[in-house]
């Protein structure tokens, strides 16, 4: 094992001075829990990567297109963070090789699951959070995801996601997707809107506002999300 996290960090291009946080990393709890004694695995280490990637990502897309809207920016994050995108690079540094999976898992396929290997590639940055800090993680991602950038950036010249979601579903179903207007609640000068999205294959998506039209473009978010993840939409941005 001692050899094999010395490659991995030759192509992650980062020397770990705690390598048990590695070992970690690439720990399932199927794994861990197979083996007793209390063995950490790799969750908490996924839930902080999770938000030092978003944070990158975030960070290095408002400096790559300085006149992007925030829509455009969002839909640049959401098509690099999405699990097939961090599952491709995932295996593209062997994490499917290197991850440590229970028998069971093992057996169920867990090593080609995109959800899994998604998870430990969050793992893996959060412990080179938590070794060298936030600038060796950035360094990290930006590596990572160098190559992924110009087709993350295709934003269907800049169109928002209920422009987006309606050209898919009179695509796919020939009928527009309905708004309806579900709640408000708050004082006038902070008012909250909650708004229901129908889909026409009749999927339903909530999603809340300081405006209606913000609450619209959410639901629709979440909805284009969905059916992505789904498989219903063609790739639109890198794979992973």
Known sequence: ??????????DIHYRFGQVKLLAQALTHSSWAN???????????????????????VSEEAFRRYPEAPEGALTQVRSRLVKEKTLAGLARALGLDVFVRLG????????????????DTLEALIGAVFLDGGFGQAR??????????????????????????????????????????LKNSFGP?????????????????????????????????RLALEHLEASGVLEDEGPEG
Request: glycine share 10%.
């Open 1 to 10: 094992m001692c050899e094999d996290l010395n490659a991995l960090q030759e």
């Open 34 to 56: 197979e083996q007793g004694g209390g063995l950490s695995d790799n969750e908490r280490l996924e839930f902080l990567g999770d938000a030092v990637l978003e944070l990158c």
């Open 103 to 118: 028998r069971g898992e093992e057996i169920q396929g867990g090593r080609q699951r995109n959800s899994l290997l998604a």
């Open 139 to 180: 360094a990290l991602v930006s590596r990572l995801f160098e190559d992924c950038w110009a087709a993350a950036a295709d934003l269907s010249g800049g169109k928002d996601f209920k422009s987006r979601l309606q050209e898919h579903t009179q695509r796919l179903n020939r009928e527009r997707p309905v708004y309806a």
């Open 188 to 220: 006038e000068h902070d008012k909250v809107f909650e708004v229901e999205l129908s889909l026409p294959d009749g999927g339903t998506f909530r999603a809340q506002g300081q405006s209606l039209k913000r609450a619209e473009q959410a639901a629709a």
